[in-house]
């Protein structure tokens, strides 16, 4: 069965610093994989996805993430964080059979001081 | 162009009551899934409906139940209400059904969902 697992809860980073979320998947064949983004009161945005093919995928807002099959992991960066990056981050892997679902992880907050 | 929208914004209900939410999805798309979305965690699957039709359902009671309406548009019910039916309700829609396969998959558009308390 599909799962996905974020280990970080909460990550705090400066403004302007570097950031990694992990995301590690579980799935038997090629997955499909997504990072979304959730802010207070708004829907699910989709930053970036892989299917195939290069495993490094460049999103919307400076977003990028890396697929590793070997580690099971496809971990969301940014180069430089800005203030208004602070949301929850949502790593989710889809359902192949057809159902259209998604699978998501618990998410990680994301908190920017300046 | 209008989003996915979805209705009421917040609802508050004591147990036992049931609750229909709304979603309308974003002109054009004939898929519509509802996700529930506790707090602290991510968001789980319930249904999806194309043209009309179930097409898949995750892991919920049967108190749970949808239907899609000729427009496209969506009901999700819940009856006899619980605490753990707390939660923010997601809708998300898209063209057609996501696929095994790449050049048929279709990308989910989320609504801003509907949060729920219940009493």
């Known amino acids: 069965a599909q799962s996905v697992t974020q280990p970080d809860i909460h990550i705090t980073v400066s403004e302007g610093a570097s950031l990694e979320l992990r995301c590690n998947y579980s799935?038997?064949?090629?997955?499909?994989l997504f990072w979304y983004v959730q802010s207070p009161g708004q829907g699910l945005q989709l930053l970036l996805k892989?299917?195939?093919?290069?495993?490094l995928v460049q999103g919307i807002k400076g977003f990028e993430a890396e697929f590793k099959r070997s580690q099971s992991s496809f971990n969301l960066r940014k180069p430089s964080v800005h203030w208004s990056d602070a949301a929850e981050y949502f790593c989710?892997?889809?359902?192949?059979?057809?159902?259209?679902?998604?699978?998501f992880g618990t998410g990680t907050r994301l908190t920017v001081i300046p | 162009d209008a989003g996915v929208t979805q209705s009421p914004t917040h609802l508050i209900k004591t147990r036992g009551q049931h609750v229909t939410l709304r979603c309308s999805p974003i002109?054009?798309?004939?898929?519509v899934s509802w996700y529930q979305q506790v707090l602290g965690q991510g968001p789980q699957f319930i249904f999806q409906?194309?043209?009309?039709?179930?097409?898949g359902r995750g892991n919920f009671p049967d108190r749970f139940s949808a239907r899609q309406f000729p427009n496209y548009s969506s009901e999700l019910n819940v009856n006899a209400l619980l605490l753990g039916d707390s939660a923010l309700y997601l809708c998300?829609?898209?063209?057609?059904?996501?696929?095994?396969?790449?050049?048929?998959?279709?990308?989910?558009?989320f609504g801003p969902g509907t949060r729920l308390t219940v009493l």
């Open positions: 002109s054009g798309h004939k898929s």
């Open positions: 409906y194309y043209e009309k039709e179930e097409r």
């Open positions: 989710a892997v889809a359902d192949q059979t057809g159902a259209n679902n998604l699978f």
């Open positions: 998300a829609s898209s063209f057609g059904l996501a696929g095994g396969f790449l050049s048929s998959y279709n990308e989910q558009f």
């Open positions: 799935y038997g064949a090629t997955p499909y």
């Open positions: 892989y299917f195939s093919g290069d495993t």
